[in-house]
């Protein structure tokens, strides 16, 4: 079953401009990690934020926390089309492993 | 190109078939993990794998049983399947279990039961 919820669920965009999706979840959190799926293929964590830190970044990836709010967003500045994919949040509520519904982005070229 | 890999990449099958999808890696994990992904739906888990020993069993059903037999590979065989079973089923593995750690994903093999 899923632990969260994302939205938007969809996004369309151009490119060159930033891309933010949110992350909701239901339980306590030691971490959150954000993965992307490309189409038809597996899974690629992009980052993973502790529940003490409130911000991450990686290369073009901003990642904020709000444990109090339990919620999470991933910013992607300067897109490009290859960042087209379905992005997705993943807590631990019980040991293993769950993820939110996903945001599939779109970035125009 | 992704460090887990997955055979076959495509399978399909009737229901009275008997397979097998496989799953490796050689980066030393020793948690190993299959999920199972509808179409534009995230992936759920279905079995972990912690140094060799099944872990966690997310009330799979009997028509799909797992096996680790080293810490590199990673089955799941699968018996009598369902229509409803046709789905992407995805491998990972991470150094050990735990949610601090990182997933690495295979490409999966998408299977299609008739």
């Known amino acids: 079953s899923q632990q969260g919820e994302e939205d938007p669920q969809a996004l369309s965009i151009q490119e060159g401009e930033n891309a933010t999706m949110n992350c909701s979840y239901k339980?306590?959190?030691?971490?959150l990690q954000w993965y992307r799926q490309n189409s038809g293929r597996g899974l690629v964590h992009l980052i993973l934020i502790r529940s003490n830190e409130r911000e991450k970044h990686s290369g073009r990836l901003r990642v904020t926390l709000d444990t109090s709010k339990k919620s999470s967003s991933l910013l992607i500045t300067a897109s490009r089309a290859a960042d087209t994919a379905s992005y997705f949040c993943a807590t631990f509520p019980n040991n293993d492993m769950r993820f939110g519904a996903g945001t599939r982005l779109t970035v125009k070229p | 190109d992704t460090e887990v890999t997955q055979t076959p990449k495509h399978l399909v099958m009737g229901m009275t078939n008997k397979k097998s999808l496989k799953c490796e890696q050689h980066m030393g994990h020793r948690a190993m993990y299959w999920y199972k992904q509808k179409a534009k739906k995230p992936p759920e888990l279905m079995f972990v794998y912690s140094y060799e020993k099944l872990s966690i069993n997310e009330s799979v059903p009997s028509r799909f049983s797992p096996e680790c037999p080293n810490s590199s590979l990673l089955n799941l065989h699968l018996h009598a399947l369902q229509p409803e079973d046709s789905a992407l089923y995805l491998c990972?593995?991470?150094?050990?279990?735990?949610?601090?750690?990182?997933?690495?994903f295979g490409d999966g093999t998408r299977l299609s039961i008739l």
């Open positions: 990972a593995s991470s150094q050990i279990a735990g949610s601090n750690q990182p997933q690495h």
């Open positions: 339980t306590s959190i030691n971490n």
